[in-house]
């Protein structure tokens, strides 16, 4: 028998990536409402072969063995097997049903609930170490986050290579590069996956209360940036979002391996909050063509936080946890290229 490390059996545990849940066709039954288009919960439960949809309070519930999804009404935070995800549209309830937005059901819970979407395997890591040079990004007395995004590169080069993966690094020393040379260089190979490491940091206000990890895909089409409201220009497709699947998979698998590692409570234990997955237009994601994502590993700004991103302890945690992602999630595509891909009514695709 094959023995696997916690973190894989935790991960396998937390979404059936490998053995997804596939429910029967569904003729979904489509609402336009403000402009937007939504489908009823109660078909999303069908399609994935979910066993209850039930409502506590303001919170409303999708379960089965494997899977748990909770939502609030009229909220944007979904929380799935515990790990938070920031939807583009607020679940809103029409008619006496509650209904998920169309683009939620597409690029968030379909990829993720059936992973044959996956793009195919890689063999290559393009890490990027954000800022350098002249610009130090966010700074407190204790560093700069370039400073932070090099150490944590560093070693999550070292873990990936041990893994057998082929690395590249955008930068391999304290220099400047602007962001479309980092896209230049990540485009010019093959079968690889981006990640950009930052940390984070706000205002003086907010320095008290802003802290944990979040993780960036680039926005669909018709999804705004992270923070402000739709503009005619995220109506146009960006040279990443033919990646949108592909993205949202990777940036899952990095998000929760990283909270797993950081609040083990056999280990690190560091009771590191859970910001979401979010979607953003950054200039270094919108012209990756590989599956690419921006991860920010904790604020420089908070009180706490910013003792624990210094030491070692925390930069190797955080570099093992993506380094040890990455390697799950090419199993996953490696697993279901080897099966083949199946639609909904459990057949091969061709």
Known sequence: MRNHSPLRTSFLLFLAFIF???????????????????????????????????????????????VTLRFRAGGQEVLMNGVKFIFSNAIISLRGRYHMSVTDLLKVVDPILNPHQIAKS??????????????????????????????????????????????????????????????????????????????NSVGRTGRSRARGIETFTLSPVGV?????????????????????????????????????????????????????????????????????????????????EKHLIHTLTYQKTLAYAIGDAIFLYREATLGRTKRGAKNTNGKKRR
Do not use: C
């Not at 992270?226 to 998000?255: C, E, F, M």
């Open 122 to 199: 890689f063999d290559t890591v393009i890490i990027d170490p954000g800022h350098g040079g002249r610009d130090a990004g966010a700074v407190n007395s204790l560093g700069t986050e370039a400073g932070y995004n090099l150490k944590v590169a560093r070693m999550l080069k070292d873990r990936l290579i041990k893994r057998g993966f082929k690395v590249v690094m955008t930068r391999e020393s304290d220099v400047f590069l602007s962001l479309k040379q980092r896209v230049q260089l990540a485009n010019r190979y093959k079968n690889a996956v981006f990640i950009s490491i930052h940390f």
């Open 20 to 66: 997804p849940v596939l429910g029967a066709n569904v003729d979904w039954k489509i609402t336009e409402h403000r402009g937007l288009r939504y489908v009823p919960l109660s078909q999303v439960k069908s399609h994935y072969a979910f066993t209850s949809l039930t409502k506590s309070g303001n919170e409303i519930y999708l379960k089965n063995h494997e």
């Open 224 to 304: 705004a940036h992270y923070g402000r409201s739709l503009k005619k220009s995220d109506l146009i497709p960006r040279q990443g979002n033919a990646q949108d699947t592909a993205n949202i998979a990777l940036a899952t698998t990095v998000h929760w391996a990283s909270l797993q590692k950081l609040n083990d409570p056999k280990g690190a234990k560091m009771d590191i909050p859970d910001r979401g997955i979010r979607r953003a237009r950054y200039s270094v994601l919108t012209g990756i063509k590989h599956p690419a994502i921006l991860f920010e590993g904790g604020f420089l700004s908070h009180p706490k």
